[in-house]
Structure formats: C-alpha cells, structure tokens
C-alpha cells in the first residue's frame, strides 16, 4: 500500500507531446490539449486519489454485479417457490431456459466487444441493467414454459453486457497491482447477492397469495426488477463515459491518473478499430488457454446458478430450508474472493490463487459425488462456491496481460463468452432422468475443477516462456530513447506482443 505522503511523479506528465496524434490514445491527446498547471501534478496524493476513486466507482460496480448475479439466477430461488409447478414445467424445460440465458449471452458477445469500441462504457452498461431489470419484471408474468423462454432470452442479451464493460472501467482506473483487490471487491457482489437471493426467497415464500392476488415468486420478480432498474438509473449518472470526463476529479488529477495507469501499457480509450489486432488476439495462446480454464470453471456454475437450492432440497429439506440452507454458499464465496484479492494485491501469483480456490471445489465435487451422509454432501455443494472467485481471476488476468484497445476489448467479451459456453454446458448435465441424485453432474464439477487446475498450470509455464523471450529480445535489439518511443510505448496502442516492453503478470 502506499504511504500516505505518496506523490505522483511529474516526469511522464511533462513529456507530453506538442503536437496530437490521432493514432495515439485519447487520454494522451487529452493531456496534450491541457495547459502547463494542470500537468503539474507534483502535488497530487495518489493514495487519496485512488480512494476518491474507490469512492466514486466501487460502490455502483458493486450494486450492479450484484443485481446481475441476483437477477441471473432467481429461478434458482424461484424453483422451490413453486415455479416450476405453477408455469407447469417438464422434463428438461427448466435446465432448457437456464441453458437459453446462456446461450443469448454468449451471441450478445459479439456485438458487445465491437458496440464498446464505438460507445462509452458507462452509458452501454445503463442502458443494458435498465433492459434486463424491465425483463426480470416481466418473468412475474410468464405463464408457461415458452414465454419463460423468451424472458430467459432476453435477460440473457442484456446481462451480457455486464462482465465486459465492468472489466474495461476497472482497468481505465487502476493499474494492474490494484485491480485485484478492487475487482474482487465489486465481485464480492456476487456471493453478498446468494445470501440476500435465499433471504428473499425465504421471505417471499411467506407471501400469502390470497391477499397479494399474486404468488410469492412473481412478486419477488417484480421486485427485484425495480431495484435493478433504479440502479440502471443511478449507473448513467454514477459511471463517467471515460476518466478524462469524470466530474468528480480536478483537471489535474485527471492527469495524475492518466500518468499513474500509463504504466500498465494497454491504453485507456481509442475508439478504432483495428482489424490487425483482432488477428492477433485468434492467434494467441493465452486467450485460449484462459477461454479453456473459463469454460471448464463455468462448467461448475450450474450448481451454484441454477441448481444449488435443487440440490439442497432433494438432500431432503423442506423448500424454506434450502432457501436459508443455500447462503452459506453465498457467504463462502464472499470469502473465498476477498482472500483471493488481498492475495493477488500483496503477493501477485493469479496461478496460484485460482488452483487454490479449484481445490475445494474438487473436494466439493468429490463430497457431492461420493458421500454418504446428507451433512457431507450438504457442504460439497458449499465447498463447490469456492471457484466463483475463480472467474474475476481470469477477467483479472485478460485486463492485465492483453494490450491494444481492439484487442483487450474483443478479448474480455471472448471470455465472458466461454463463460455462457461453461454455464451452457453445466445445466445440461443434470437431466431430468437422474433426478435426484444427479450423480453424473456432480461428477462432472469434480472433473472439470481438476482439468482447469492443470490447464492453469500450462497457462503460468506460458507466461514465464512468453516473459523470457521477451527479455531476450530486449536484449537482442537496440531501443532508441526519447520523447517519441516513450510516447508510443505507453500511449501508442500497441499490443501486449508488439509492445517490446510488456511484460505478463502470472
């Protein structure tokens, strides 16, 4: 941490170019329009600027993962609620409408990684939460299986926004030291959601639907959807398009921050598109070493997603029992990521931290899948909330180690696509006709938590080669100093292979 007299230093700020390049990042021609004061930027304190920062971004980061998680898997909660027998679901038609979430998302990709080239983050990201809480409302009013389909799909397209454009708002703020701890804050979201998911499904068994004229789970959606939209709101004003256009920070500070995330050499803003960098990203390893360890981590996010109240319930609870039953999962997650944070923070090593949360969930599965005794496989299935922290680890490590705007934004939604892969893939292992043991399911969250822990490893022996070859080729070739080489290292959009100083953090 730094101390509390830490300043920012004045030396990258006052080599600022005399003359803008269009071709350069725009917090650079930013800083090149400003006048020679708020350049001076000696007298800054980074560590108050960083926690003005904290104040102004993590909270409404917080609120809107929170809302994403909670609103993603409700039917999760709504399934003991008596969801299922009032829309008169059948066979595989409940794991069908988790898998179409899924699926909508991973298509919605696609147009998120090129949409957010062109518009600001923020005002993408309000837009979407506004959409998905007015389609959470609308699931109050699903009558059978196929409208429940359509709203799944349509909460899917809007959801799909979310992991991407918070990932490209973390790294604009913060270098890539202090993304880890601020990342997993905001992702703590997601376990603080689990447990405020059973409450309200608890609390919303107790509606008495002859007085409210409506069922407890149909007004826990139209609930739910109303914070989400209020929190859409409060996003567009909260989020500034860019750094450069955050009202809460002076000019000066502006430029502090600029000078201080500089050091991560993957740029802030550019809103080109460069096809040349996109062929780089489908030819690079990392990305699909990391789609693979998403993918096969995702692949366990079914029990946490769609299926943990289920599992619970058929280990012979009566369904106001699952629901309080299911928050310790919420809470070991909440633990799990904050752990993984200060980790990261302090002791960097993300190998090491996302083997170390697959290791319970390996236990989980062996519990869920092998146990005898209800209290042991009761705490596989919360052993198994310990690779949520997983998932930020790997959108940590897109954000840090994938330079170039085009590249670094495609890649983010890539991954967030491999994770719709994983959670399409899961639910369809628990089939109607293994019910309710569902032993091949569980069997497969322990295979697929072992693979992802070697694939990790290859992963951290592909960074160490990739970080030698690098210094080799330093080494190698003789690299000119100056204004101008300095300005297109930082600021130039170069990607993290054409960057000749890049290095990987593993």
Not at 52 to 73: A, E, G, N
Request: glycine letters at 6%.
């Amino acid at each position: 941490m730094a101390s509390s007299n830490e300043k920012m230093p004045v030396e990258a700020a006052s080599r600022v170019s005399e003359v803008a390049d269009v071709k350069l990042d725009n917090a650079f021609n930013f800083m090149r329009n400003l006048d020679s004061a708020a350049l001076d930027i000696e007298s800054v304190n980074l560590k108050a600027l960083r926690w003005k920062i904290d104040r102004h971004i993590i909270p409404v980061m917080f609120c809107l993962y929170s809302m994403q998680f909670l609103d993603k898997v409700n039917i999760n909660y709504a399934a003991v609620m008596g969801f299922t027998e009032d829309l008169n679901l059948k066979g595989d038609d409940f794991t069908n409408a988790s898998s179409a979430f899924f699926i909508a998302y991973l298509i919605a990709e696609i147009p998120n990684g090129y949409i957010l080239q062109k518009v600001p983050a923020g005002k993408w990201i309000s837009l979407n939460v506004v959409l998905w809480g007015i389609t959470t409302a609308c699931i109050a009013a699903t009558k059978n299986y196929r409208t429940l389909l359509a709203a799944r799909i349509f909460l899917g397209m809007f959801e799909a926004a979310i992991a991407p454009t918070l990932m490209l708002i973390s790294s604009q703020y913060y270098t890539r030291s202090e993304q880890g701890l601020r990342t997993c804050i905001w992702f703590c979201s997601s376990g603080a959601a689990n447990v405020m998911g059973s409450l309200l499904s608890f609390g919303f068994q107790h509606v008495d639907d002859t007085v409210a004229h409506l069922k407890g789970w149909r007004v826990m959606f139209l609930v739910l959807g109303a914070i989400t939209i209020l929190v859409g709101v409060w996003a567009f004003f909260a989020i500034p398009d860019s750094p450069m256009k955050a009202r809460f920070l002076t000019e000066r500070e502006k430029v502090a921050l600029l000078v201080h995330v500089g050091k991560n050499r993957t740029g802030v803003e550019q809103r080109g598109f460069k096809g040349v960098q996109l062929r780089e990203l489908l030819l690079d390893a990392q990305i699909w070493l990391i789609v693979c360890i998403t993918i096969l981590i995702s692949c366990s996010g079914g029990v946490v997603t769609s299926y943990s109240a289920t599992v619970i319930r058929q280990l012979g609870y009566t369904s106001k029992e699952a629901a309080l039953l299911n928050m310790p999962s919420g809470l070991l997650a909440i633990f799990f990521t904050l752990v993984v944070g200060y980790g990261i923070r302090y002791l960097s090593h993300r190998w090491f931290w996302l083997i170390f949360c697959c290791i319970p969930g390996i236990i989980g599965g062996s519990l869920m899948s092998f146990a005898s005794s209800k209290p042991a496989r009761l705490i596989g299935v919360y052993l198994v909330s310990s690779i949520i922290p997983t998932l930020i680890i790997l959108y940590q490590w897109v954000m840090a180690n994938v330079a170039g705007h085009t590249k670094r934004v495609v890649a983010i939604a890539l991954v967030a696509g491999s994770f719709s892969v994983g959670n399409i893939i899961g639910p369809q292992t628990f089939r109607k006709e293994d019910a309710p043991e569902y032993h091949k399911a569980k069997v497969v969250v322990l295979a697929t938590q072992s693979a992802a822990a070697v694939v990790t490893s290859a992963l951290f022996g592909y960074y160490k080669w990739a970080n030698q070859a690098k210094e080799r080729n330093m080494r190698a070739i003789e690299v000119n100093s100056g204004v101008l080489d300095e300005r297109g290292d930082i600021w130039g959009n170069l990607t993290d292979k054409e960057n000749p100083e890049f290095r990987y953090v593993y």
